[in-house]
């Protein structure tokens, strides 16, 4: 049983792992959807000083260019690290399956143990009312 205890931690461990990377990844992506909220709030407030003022419309493509690219680069961010976070959570589910086939075979064994123990007290028990029953007879007999 102490073997299935150490793969028991062993399993945990690893376990409390993965669910820390996967933490991280969801932050990672998390700063990714802010900065692509961060973005389009900035578009929107240069289309808005457009409109307020002409002269601003010069530097508007050039902006506009730019604006797209971080957009396509974050996009793309965004994609591999969902493909990341879907694979960490299968991992995760994996190791986590794992770690319940080791609690469930311990607690077989412990279970089998204990029918072991009463099987053998019953046995004892068993065996000690024959005799106090052999004895009582051959008592009976004596007298």
Do not use: P
Not at 13 to 39: A, C, M, P, W, Y
Not at 88 to 94: M, V
């Amino acid at each position: 049983m102490k073997s299935l205890l150490t793969l028991i931690k062993l399993q945990k461990t690893k376990v409390d792992e993965q669910r820390i990377f996967l933490l991280k990844l969801q932050e990672q992506l998390g700063h990714i959807d802010s900065e692509i909220v961060r973005l389009e709030k900035e578009k929107t407030e240069q289309e808005a000083l457009i409109h307020e003022d002409s002269s601003y419309g010069v530097t508007y493509a050039d902006y506009l260019k730019a604006f797209l690219d971080k957009m396509q680069f974050f996009q793309r961010k965004r994609r591999s690290l969902e493909y990341a976070v879907n694979i960490a959570r299968d991992k995760l589910a994996e190791l986590f399956e794992e770690q319940k086939r080791y609690e469930i075979a311990l607690q077989n064994r412990q279970e089998e143990a204990v029918r072991e123990e009463q099987r053998q007290e019953t046995h004892v028990l068993d065996e000690v009312g024959s005799v106090g029953y052999l004895r009582r007879k051959r008592q009976g007999r004596q007298k």
